[in-house]
């Protein structure tokens, strides 16, 4: 039978797993793949500041799209860095991570973001890339409502996607034909590992 003593009843400090950077964590990829509801969920569970993507576009990219023209690298350039800065600004005010959505189509735009970790050593940045077929989007986009974004753009989304490839070691590719829960999942599973691979155990400091 166990019997505590005086000694093993007081509890002995624990160690701790402090991580070692700041992290960026950009949702990305088409129109409809799910980038809110994965954010809203990893912002919530982490305790980070979520930045929506879609509300900083100006008012004449959400005209374009919801008139059904696909936005030009011109078009998003100012936005990209944009977000960019937003998402320095809150790690910039003691967040230890944000969340952020942007389709981050191309390469290129990944990019813009990506200079956030050349000027700072402590910024990471991640992209979790929700990977899905353009008919599972098109039915997504088609049934949702009160979105400026119809599914007649999906297409164009498609055409303009460039699906990350092996070489940008700072994405990790979230399936998401799933449930809303096991796309969750998924994108926990992700963050997780990043983190545990962030961590640094700190012993505590012995009186
Ligand atoms: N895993 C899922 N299973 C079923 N429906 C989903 C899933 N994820 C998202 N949806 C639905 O698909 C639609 C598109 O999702 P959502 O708006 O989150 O995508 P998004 O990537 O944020 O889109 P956008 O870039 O256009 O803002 C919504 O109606 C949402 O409820
Ligand atoms: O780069 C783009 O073309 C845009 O960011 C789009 O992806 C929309 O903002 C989004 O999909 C809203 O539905």
Redesign the pocket.
Known sequence: MASATAASSIAAPSSAAVPQHRHIWIIT??????????AEYLASTFTLPYLEG?SFHPQANIEKMANNIPLTDADRWDWLILLRDQAVAALSSGASGVVL?C?ALKRKYRDVIRVASYNDNNVLVHFIY?SATQELLLQ??H??VG?Y?KDSMVKSQFDALEPPTVDERDVMSVD?S???A??QQLALEVVNQVMASDAVIVQPTQA
């Open positions: 990829g088409p129109a409809g793949c799910g980038k809110t509801s994965v879609d959505t389709s929700l997504r986009v049934g949702r979105h974004m998401v799933g449930d809303f096991s796309v």
